[in-house]
């Protein structure tokens, strides 16, 4: 050996043993995701006496499950019970044990499983069902409804229902189309096999039809003598009101007396309910030739009823849906607003009241329905330094806060979950405060959501970084209330939050949208790498924010709407003719828009009692929305 080949090999070595116990466990965890087991043993090793031990034994055990002897399994789960590791390993054990037939062990472990996985479940029932079929195989059938696509584990349990008579055809083809529905085209084929030979669309028939269902449409050589060519029908009708409602409405007008009325109102139902959702002004006449409908189709009914004022539909739609449904904040609210319209005041706000207790969106408009004030309560609880100190020392509460320390926030905020689980009132404010102070802002606030009885609000609207927000939100003129409740919206205050679409840091800015601002404004040296930077990323947000509230009528609920899902979107929900500020919100397409724009508004509100600003009421904040093309028109190609 060289002696230059000698000294590489000592500086290696020594690199080796000065790697820190963070790079270690680092390394161990990319080690177990790439399944060297080798490697991982190597770590493990080093991580001796590491408070996140319990990950690498857990990724040791993982890796070698299949070879696992039961006792050294039951070891870790009974040593590691106080965390959510204990959970998972029992869950994966399960899973294996079904896919084994196991079932005498399976059945001992089953009844200490937390959590609810679909995948466990059928193996419990396949595991029932050897003494019991019967009991097991009906406890499996609701199973059959769903529409997304379910694990191997439940095929055994379908093929036996269909080998045992318990579904019929009908059933056969309700979940077909509840599939089509959910535009789960090739899960519909598969289902479809199940029916008797001769009975099934022809091969790839659906494909076709989900591609060009008003090519389909229009040839009209349709075999309408079976089953299998009149669904084929009313899945192209459903599948072009997707895109073009009144287009499938005049077809389906020329097709329907060829068909039963309960097809006929069946593709009423799905073409009124894609046709609210585009906020079309026929929807409700199109409603008014379905029935049986189901809660989500009975939910934009009643949307639809709000843009056209028709306060009958809408009560008579949530009236009509499950009491699951009509018991939701919306619903509760929307009705009491349709019976003091039709003067049915004393019904009205025996839903109010309780209504207005609630801190959410409707919470706030029903307390200003009933002629009160939005305001926050008293914190009847802030603990003290020995609370603060014994949470500390909670192993979970630890494990998850050095997680986070290594920016491994799936496991920390499954571990933080775990540890708070089963918490009173007192115990989850004293982990906000924890998490608080060391500036874990997100988990400070979803933990202090969680309280029941005892409310501290400085927890859950949390208003960090507010030297450097106010600069910016004063420059530019912007509600310092409505920008903390976007903010706390978009990423809960996390510093370098990214989402699946891309999104980063504390406002969310997609780069597109980072790059357009930033030349804009004329930011210098701008890098995509400096969107997470606090001041950098308020400045650009903050600038964007005031963009689209200039182009949109200065309406900061059009504004709130075009920062989740863009301002094309937010003009093109705009209404005919003049609208409440809350029936525009209400009625947005988007679920996850519409969840958005509610909560910015809300949270606004309560910032603006926090900071002492002079309060205007929820209705006010929301104001009122006018028709189309109000507000000031972009370029072509000048707008992200």
């Avoid at 500086?11 to 080798?38: K, Y």
Wanted: charged share 25%.
């Amino acid at each position: 050996m060289s002696k230059r080949l000698g000294w590489l090999l000592v500086i290696l070595a020594a690199a080796a043993q000065a790697a820190s116990p963070d790079d270690d466990f680092l390394a161990a965890r990319e080690a177990f995701h790439v399944g060297n087991s080798a490697k991982l043993e190597g770590y493990a090793k080093r991580l001796e006496g590491h408070l996140l031990k319990p990950y690498v034994t857990y990724w040791q055990l993982k890796l070698r499950l299949e070879e696992a002897g039961v006792e050294e399994v039951r070891a870790f789960l009974a040593a590691h019970r106080d965390g959510p590791l204990a959970e998972q390993l029992r869950n994966d054990w399960l899973m294996l044990l079904g896919k084994n037939q196991q079932w005498e062990l399976f059945e001992q472990e089953l009844p200490l499983l937390v959590g609810d996985d679909i995948e466990v479940t059928c193996y419990a029932l396949q595991s029932r069902a050897r003494a019991n079929p019967g009991e097991a195989l009906r406890e499996a059938r609701p199973l059959w409804f769903v529409t997304r696509d379910l694990p191997e584990s439940c095929a055994p349990l379908f093929n036996a229902l269909v080998g045992n008579n318990l579904l019929s055809t009908d059933d056969l083809w309700t979940r077909i189309r509840l599939a089509l529905e959910a535009g789960q085209v090739s899960l519909a084929r598969r289902v479809a096999e199940y029916l008797p030979a001769g009975q099934a669309p022809e091969a790839r028939l659906l494909q076709v039809i989900a591609s060009n269902p008003a090519g389909y449409l229009e040839r009209q050589n349709f075999n309408l003598k079976n089953r299998a060519g009149r669904e084929s029908v009313m899945f192209a009708a459903h599948r072009l009101a997707r895109t073009s409602p009144p287009q499938a409405a005049r077809h389906w007008m020329k097709l329907e007396d060829r068909f039963a009325q309960e097809d006929r109102a069946y593709v009423w139902g799905l073409i009124a309910y894609l046709g609210a959702m585009r906020h079309d002004p026929d929807a409700l006449a199109w409603y008014a030739r379905a029935r049986d409908l189901s809660d989500l189709q009975l939910a934009w009914k009643a949307r639809a009823a709000l843009r056209a004022r028709n306060w009958h539909e809408v009560l008579a739609a949530i009236d009509a849906m499950t009491e699951m449904e009509s018991s939701e904040p919306a619903w509760r609210y929307w009705k009491a607003r349709a019976l003091k319209v039709l003067g049915r005041a004393e019904e009205a706000e025996a839903l109010l009241k309780p209504l207005a207790t609630e801190f959410n969106f409707y919470g706030q408009l029903a307390v200003e329905e009933l002629g009160g004030k939005i305001a926050t309560p008293d914190a009847a609880y802030k603990p003290g330094v020995e609370d603060v100190r014994a949470m500390n020392q909670l192993s979970g509460i630890r494990r998850a806060l050095e997680l986070y320390r290594l920016n491994l926030r799936v496991e920390a905020n499954r571990e933080w979950l775990w540890a708070i689980r089963g918490f009173d009132d007192k115990q989850l404010l004293t982990a906000a405060e924890v998490a608080r102070r060391y500036e874990i802002y997100d988990r400070a606030i979803n933990t202090a959501d969680r309280t029941v009885e005892l409310h501290d609000f400085g927890l859950r609207y949390l208003a960090p970084y507010r030297d450097v927000l106010k600069t910016h939100v004063t420059q530019l003129e912007l509600d310092e209330a409505w920008v903390y409740g976007l903010i706390r919206q978009e990423s809960r205050f996390i510093a370098d939050a990214r989402s699946r679409a891309g999104a980063s840091g504390l406002m969310q800015l997609m780069p597109g949208t980072a790059r357009w601002v930033a030349k804009k404004i004329g930011l210098r040296n701008w890098r995509w790498s400096h969107v997470n930077e606090i001041d950098t990323n308020i400045s650009l947000g903050t600038h964007y924010l005031r963009h689209v509230l200039d182009t949109l009528d200065g309406q900061p609920v059009l504004a709130s709407a075009a920062y989740n899902a863009g301002p094309a979107r937010a003009r093109a929900w705009r209404p005919e003719a003049t609208i409440e500020g809350a029936i525009y919100a209400e009625t947005i397409p988007l679920n996850e828009t519409r969840d958005y724009v509610k909560k910015v508004m809300a949270n606004a509100t309560y910032y603006a009692h926090a900071f002492g600003q002079q309060l205007q009421s929820l209705k006010q904040r929301l104001g009122v929305i006018g028709p189309r093309n109000h507000d000031k028109e972009q370029p072509l190609g000048d707008m992200p």
